[in-house]
């Protein structure tokens, strides 16, 4: 049975004791019966359309052996479909469109920029990818030597050699142990019955969103894609990811020994809960405090008063399904002493835990994030990623308001305890890249 | 004084009026849509200072773009880096705030605030929420009249930015450009790295980085662009308030002529080594046609089906058909004279095949041009992606107002552009192509394995070769 839902959405509202209300944000929502769920918010400011498609599907979804083969789907993905599959892109250019993906640990999302009139096109050339793939052996052989371009590309910068082997620390059950764009031996051995398995698994209308932002009309662009994507079949069903990784019972230490000159780094990891729990508001909240901008505490601690460090990044890790890691990440500055910056950071930390963050710190966080929330929606694009993220990840595209209220009630009492609860030595995971000489 | 400009950019008007509310024919649109401009307010402030208003209400943000003439240009009269420094200063403390408590107020509400040097300009960016007003005219006003310059600050920046100089040396991608510049123009200011280099910012001293203000800091040499939810009456009678008639002493040396000299072109190459590197980082090219020649348009297109999109046909070749790299372009720097780059790099092994191909592909782009299918694609894609790329946001509109304005260029730019890439035929392209494209000899930068790479680099044309560790970015004589 199709269903269809109007609501609206207000955001920013009850941030701090601020009173001006956010714009309002109308999304319309259609289910297909196998499954797919189509969001539509129109917004006529501009004659084009923004079209983002969420799959859940990501590294999460591999196991050894094929690792990477998510984030080599996103590339498949533009070759691969039956009738459009070999002009994808050069039909989507000559239409006016372009078009772009990425792929998480948890999703793969497709994105689609074009001129309005040219829905229907861009309808027909998804519809013709979510129905099925071809994989020219040609292509697939073309496309494994893009992703292996792309991790070399990715492990020639130290921290992200670094990163790698902090996750395969920190997880030893759950596949968030592996990165996204998986190890090299694997990118080299996939073979084509790996990628017909895998997409019939996880390519499957029931578990796709379809966010279209842009000028167009609600109810043709629901009768388009119900003509197109209708009697695309539900998939075989997966099984669900029952793996969580077990409780960490003492500090974990990896060392990168780094020949090439450069500058040492410490990166330090704690388990936290999955995007999905009401905690996670305040590791947003912690974000800010600790590392997002040039006042909070760690950059002003190491940047600006020790001056023992070049940058301070890192926080929560993406919007994830389970479980997942805060990180709090340093490149120090040359010859600087790793021990000595992961001293700095735990004494913080626990003086954050005594004595929590000050009422004004506290604020200025929440208005960060909620006039962060307001920049999003200057562009239709800003705005169909924030109605799908929220969809799959903060229980429903309703929820937009909802997860500005949550940041707006953490309190100096909530920083306190998630502090005491997480940041502690037993559930920690540090990774230092050190220098040596070249041999 | 305040007067009424002439309608501004934006918002393209066929299309807009009627979504696609049915099924549209798949077929690219192929007429010809002019650009409709929304209402643009240019007003000159008592003290000077040159605002341009573009409101858009559509969300509660105001956003602001200071521009002024002092970028990396005149650092010759101070020290490489000094504008760079100097732009970080503007927020290090200004009027009554440190620049910790200036950090902190823009942080409480969430605003941005943020400075950077170009080659031409010192930018200031600041965007708030609308009921925070206020506060953001007080900053901007602060920054971009009393900055402090102080002592320990000016230290601070100067040393992290010589730290963030090493970290860059890590990433060929981060700093193979500041070669390629420097290469290119090793006896002009277009060469400047903005950044400065390791050395020259040792040798910079806060009085050189005063000098500079004092040089470049006039109001009148200011454009403020303000886009986002405001009445524009009051927006003017706030700006007048907040940057009042200062008498100021006279700047200390005039600014120089910005220099009009071509690249330095010919077969020549600098090789860039990196013990260990697991790719091969290179650009070429060489002196290109400027975005202010008529044949503007024609190159636009051009350089969308050689190297501006997905399938321009340096990506299709090197990425989609021979997986040698993750991404192929192509483009003109018009902040330096129109310089044409070629962008790319592959895994060490594939280095020769990549040289081969790369070349291939631009050599017979520039002999043969390109074909009629490819121009009505490349036509329909530059108008398709021209509204969400430049004009969405009143603060897109604001940029690139700004970029017309120290460009020397005109609206008209801007609002015949459609109508011009509608008129071009493939004769009249394929003469740019050829004009306009720098065909062999070309110039080259490569970063990677020496050991690997210099019998390759031998064949295009003179080596120089120096190591990525080395200080600065090749050799230049300023």
Same mark, same amino acid.
């Given at each position: 049975?199709?269903?269809?839902?109007?609501a609206?959405?207000?955001?920013?509202?009850?941030?701090?004791?601020?009173?001006?209300?956010?714009?309002?944000? &109308?999304?319309?929502q259609?289910?297909?019966?196998?499954?797919?769920?189509?969001?539509?918010?129109?917004?006529?400011?501009?004659?084009?359309?923004?079209?983002?498609?969420?799959?859940?599907?990501?590294?999460r979804?591999?196991?050894?052996?094929?690792?990477?083969i998510?984030?080599?789907?996103?590339?498949?993905?533009?070759?691969?479909?039956?009738?459009?599959?070999?002009?994808?892109?050069?039909?989507?250019?000559?239409?006016?469109?372009?078009?772009?993906?990425?792929?998480?640990?948890?999703v793969?999302?497709?994105?689609?920029?074009?001129?309005?009139?040219?829905?229907?096109?861009?309808?027909?050339m998804?519809?013709d990818?979510?129905?099925?793939?071809?994989? &020219?052996?040609?292509v697939?052989?073309?496309?494994?030597?893009?992703?292996?371009?792309?991790?070399?590309?990715?492990m020639?910068?130290?921290?992200?050699?670094?990163?790698?082997? =902090?996750?395969?620390?920190?997880?030893?059950?759950?596949?968030?142990?592996?990165?996204?764009?998986?190890?090299?031996i694997?990118?080299?051995s996939?073979?084509?019955?790996?990628?017909?398995?895998?997409?019939?698994?996880?390519?499957?209308?029931?578990?796709?969103?379809?966010?279209?932002?842009?000028?167009?009309?609600?109810?043709?662009?629901?009768?388009?894609?119900?003509?197109?994507?209708?009697?695309?079949p539900?998939?075989?069903?997966?099984?669900p990811i029952?793996?969580?990784?077990?409780?960490?019972?003492g500090?974990?230490?990896?060392?990168?020994?780094?020949?090439?000159?450069?500058?040492?780094q410490?990166?330090?990891?704690?388990h936290?809960?999955?995007?999905?729990?009401?905690?996670?508001?305040?590791?947003e909240?912690?974000?800010?405090l600790?590392?997002?901008?040039?006042?909070?505490? =760690?950059?002003?601690?190491?940047?600006?008063?020790?001056?023992?460090?070049?940058?301070?990044?890192?926080?929560?890790?993406?919007?994830? $399904?389970?479980?997942?890691?805060?990180?709090?990440?340093?490149?120090?500055r040359?010859?600087?002493?790793?021990?000595?910056?992961?001293?700095?950071?735990?004494?913080d930390?626990?003086?954050?835990? +005594?004595?929590?963050?000050?009422?004004?710190?506290?604020?200025?966080?929440?208005?960060?994030?909620?006039?962060?929330?307001?920049?999003?929606?200057?562009?239709?694009?800003?705005?169909?990623?924030?109605?799908?993220?929220?969809?799959?990840?903060?229980?429903?595209?309703?929820?937009?308001?909802?997860?500005?209220?949550?940041?707006?009630?953490?309190?100096?009492?909530?920083?306190?305890?998630?502090?005491?609860?997480? $940041?502690?030595?037993?559930?920690?995971?540090?990774?230092t890249?050190v220098?040596?000489?070249?041999? | 004084?305040?007067?009424?400009?002439?309608?501004?950019?934006?918002?393209?008007?066929?299309?807009?009026?009627?979504?696609s509310?049915?099924?549209?024919?798949?077929?690219?649109?192929s007429?010809?849509?002019?650009?409709?401009?929304?209402?643009?307010?240019?007003?000159?402030?008592?003290?000077?200072?040159?605002?341009?208003?573009?409101?858009?209400?559509?969300?509660?943000?105001v956003s602001?773009?200071?521009r002024?003439?002092?970028?990396?240009?005149?650092?010759?009269?101070?020290?490489e880096?000094?504008?760079?420094v =100097?732009?970080?200063?503007?927020?290090?403390?200004?009027?009554?705030?440190?620049?910790r408590t200036?950090?902190?107020?823009?942080?409480?509400?969430?605003?941005?605030?943020?400075?950077?040097?170009?080659?031409?300009w010192?930018?200031?960016?600041?965007?708030?929420?609308?009921?925070?007003?206020?506060?953001?005219?007080?900053?901007?006003?602060?920054?971009?009249?009393?900055?402090?310059?102080?002592?320990?600050?000016f230290?601070?920046v100067?040393?992290?930015r010589?730290?963030?100089?090493?970290?860059?040396?890590?990433e060929?991608?981060?700093?193979?450009?500041?070669?390629?510049n420097?290469?290119?123009?090793?006896? &002009?200011?277009?060469g400047?790295?903005?950044?400065?280099?390791?050395?020259?910012?040792?040798?910079?001293?806060?009085?050189?980085v005063?000098?500079?203000?004092?040089?470049?800091?006039?109001?009148?040499?200011?454009?403020?662009?303000?886009?986002?939810?405001?009445?524009?009456?009051?927006?003017?009678?706030?700006?007048?308030?907040a940057?009042?008639?200062?008498?100021?002493?006279?700047?200390?040396?005039?600014?120089?002529?910005?220099?009009?000299e071509?690249p330095?072109?010919?077969? +020549?190459?600098?090789?860039?080594?990196?013990?260990?590197?697991?790719?091969t980082? =290179?650009?070429?090219?060489?002196?290109?046609?400027?975005?202010?020649?008529p044949?503007?348009?024609?190159?636009?297109?051009?350089?969308?089906?050689?190297?501006?999109?997905?399938?321009?046909?340096?990506?299709?070749?090197?990425?989609?058909?021979?997986?040698?790299?993750?991404?192929? +372009?192509?483009?003109?720097?018009?902040?330096?004279?129109?310089?044409?780059a070629?962008?790319?790099?592959?895994?060490?092994?594939?280095?020769?095949?990549?040289?081969?191909?790369?070349? &291939?592909?631009?050599? +017979?782009?520039?002999?043969?041009?390109?074909?009629?299918?490819?121009?009505?694609?490349?036509?329909?894609?530059?108008?398709?992606?021209?509204?969400?790329?430049?004009?969405?946001?009143?603060?897109?509109?604001?940029?690139?107002?700004?970029?017309?304005?120290?460009?020397g260029?005109?609206?008209?730019?801007?609002?015949?552009?459609?109508?011009?890439?509608?008129?071009l035929t493939?004769?009249?392209?394929?003469?740019?192509?050829?004009a306009? $494209?720098?065909?062999?000899?070309?110039?080259?930068?490569l970063?990677?394995?020496?050991d690997?790479?210099?019998?390759?680099?031998?064949?295009l044309?003179?080596?120089?070769?120096i190591?990525?560790?080395?200080?600065?970015w090749?050799?230049?004589?300023?």
């Amino acid at each position: 049975m199709n269903r269809l839902a109007t609501a609206c959405l207000v955001l920013a509202v009850a941030a701090s004791a601020r009173s001006a209300e956010g714009p309002t944000l &109308d999304v319309r929502q259609h289910d297909l019966e196998n499954g797919l769920r189509v969001l539509v918010h129109e917004d006529h400011s501009i004659p084009n359309v923004s079209l983002y498609v969420f799959w859940k599907v990501g590294s999460r979804n591999e196991v050894p052996g094929i690792t990477g083969i998510a984030h080599f789907f996103e590339h498949m993905m533009f070759t691969g479909g039956e009738e459009y599959g070999a002009v994808f892109d050069p039909t989507m250019e000559a239409a006016g469109g372009s078009n772009n993906a990425w792929t998480s640990n948890d999703v793969t999302v497709y994105q689609d920029w074009f001129p309005a009139a040219q829905l229907p096109l861009m309808l027909d050339m998804e519809a013709d990818r979510m129905r099925g793939m071809v994989f &020219d052996p040609e292509v697939v052989e073309s496309e494994r030597n893009v992703v292996a371009s792309e991790r070399r590309l990715s492990m020639e910068e130290p921290g992200e050699r670094l990163t790698e082997q =902090l996750w395969a620390a920190a997880f030893t059950a759950h596949p968030y142990q592996w990165s996204v764009l998986g190890w090299m031996i694997d990118i080299q051995s996939w073979k084509k019955s790996d990628l017909e398995e895998f997409f019939a698994t996880h390519y499957a209308p029931e578990n796709a969103t379809l966010v279209i932002a842009g000028a167009v009309d609600a109810d043709s662009v629901f009768a388009m894609v119900e003509k197109r994507m209708g009697d695309i079949p539900r998939g075989p069903g997966r099984r669900p990811i029952h793996t969580q990784e077990p409780e960490q019972t003492g500090e974990r230490r990896v060392t990168i020994e780094d020949d090439s000159g450069a500058l040492p780094q410490v990166k330090c990891a704690w388990h936290i809960p999955a995007t999905s729990d009401p905690e996670f508001a305040v590791h947003e909240v912690l974000e800010r405090l600790l590392i997002a901008s040039e006042s909070s505490r =760690l950059h002003q601690l190491l940047v600006e008063q020790t001056r023992t460090c070049v940058e301070v990044g890192g926080g929560w890790q993406g919007h994830q $399904f389970d479980p997942s890691l805060f990180t709090i990440e340093c490149l120090l500055r040359e010859g600087g002493d790793t021990a000595a910056v992961e001293k700095l950071i735990y004494a913080d930390l626990q003086r954050l835990a +005594r004595e929590g963050p000050t009422e004004r710190e506290l604020r200025a966080a929440r208005n960060a994030l909620r006039a962060a929330a307001v920049r999003r929606m200057k562009t239709i694009d800003g705005k169909a990623e924030l109605i799908g993220e929220t969809e799959i990840f903060f229980g429903g595209w309703r929820n937009v308001g909802a997860r500005l209220d949550a940041i707006a009630a953490v309190t100096v009492e909530d920083v306190k305890r998630v502090i005491g609860l997480r $940041f502690t030595q037993r559930n920690r995971t540090v990774g230092t890249l050190v220098s040596v000489e070249a041999k | 004084m305040r007067r009424n400009a002439l309608p501004l950019l934006l918002v393209i008007a066929a299309g807009c009026a009627s979504p696609s509310t049915g099924e549209a024919p798949h077929a690219a649109p192929s007429s010809s849509p002019g650009l409709a401009l929304p209402a643009t307010t240019e007003v000159t402030l008592p003290n000077g200072m040159t605002v341009l208003l573009v409101p858009d209400d559509e969300v509660p943000l105001v956003s602001f773009q200071a521009r002024f003439s002092g970028g990396a240009h005149y650092d010759g009269h101070v020290g490489e880096g000094a504008a760079a420094v =100097l732009a970080d200063l503007l927020r290090k403390g200004a009027g009554g705030r440190d620049a910790r408590t200036f950090q902190q107020d823009v942080e409480l509400v969430g605003g941005t605030f943020d400075s950077a040097a170009a080659l031409d300009w010192i930018v200031v960016d600041a965007e708030f929420l609308v009921e925070d007003l206020d506060l953001a005219v007080e900053l901007l006003s602060d920054a971009l009249t009393r900055p402090r310059l102080d002592p320990a600050e000016f230290e601070k920046v100067r040393s992290l930015r010589v730290d963030r100089l090493k970290a860059a040396r890590e990433e060929p991608n981060a700093v193979i450009d500041l070669y390629w510049n420097a290469w290119l123009y090793p006896d &002009d200011v277009r060469g400047t790295p903005v950044a400065g280099d390791e050395a020259a910012l040792a040798r910079l001293t806060l009085a050189g980085v005063r000098r500079l203000w004092n040089t470049v800091s006039q109001p009148e040499g200011i454009v403020l662009a303000v886009a986002g939810d405001f009445e524009v009456e009051s927006m003017s009678a706030r700006l007048a308030a907040a940057f009042p008639v200062v008498k100021r002493p006279a700047a200390s040396q005039m600014l120089p002529a910005i220099s009009a000299e071509s690249p330095s072109g010919g077969a +020549r190459v600098l090789l860039v080594d990196k013990p260990g590197a697991l790719q091969t980082y =290179l650009r070429f090219g060489g002196p290109g046609l400027h975005w202010t020649h008529p044949d503007f348009p024609g190159r636009f297109l051009a350089n969308t089906i050689l190297g501006g999109r997905f399938t321009s046909r340096l990506n299709q070749a090197l990425r989609v058909e021979a997986g040698l790299t993750y991404g192929a +372009r192509s483009g003109f720097d018009d902040w330096r004279g129109g310089l044409f780059a070629v962008r790319t790099y592959t895994a060490t092994d594939t280095s020769a095949e990549m040289l081969e191909q790369a070349q &291939d592909v631009v050599r +017979r782009f520039v002999i043969e041009g390109m074909t009629q299918a490819e121009l009505d694609s490349a036509r329909a894609y530059v108008k398709g992606q021209f509204a969400p790329d430049e004009l969405e946001t009143g603060a897109q509109v604001a940029g690139m107002l700004l970029d017309l304005r120290f460009a020397g260029r005109d609206l008209d730019v801007i609002e015949g552009l459609f109508q011009r890439l509608d008129a071009l035929t493939l004769d009249e392209v394929n003469r740019v192509v050829s004009a306009g $494209f720098p065909g062999e000899p070309w110039t080259w930068v490569l970063i990677g394995r020496a050991d690997v790479l210099a019998p390759l680099a031998d064949e295009l044309g003179e080596v120089t070769r120096i190591r990525l560790s080395d200080p600065g970015w090749g050799p230049r004589s300023r």
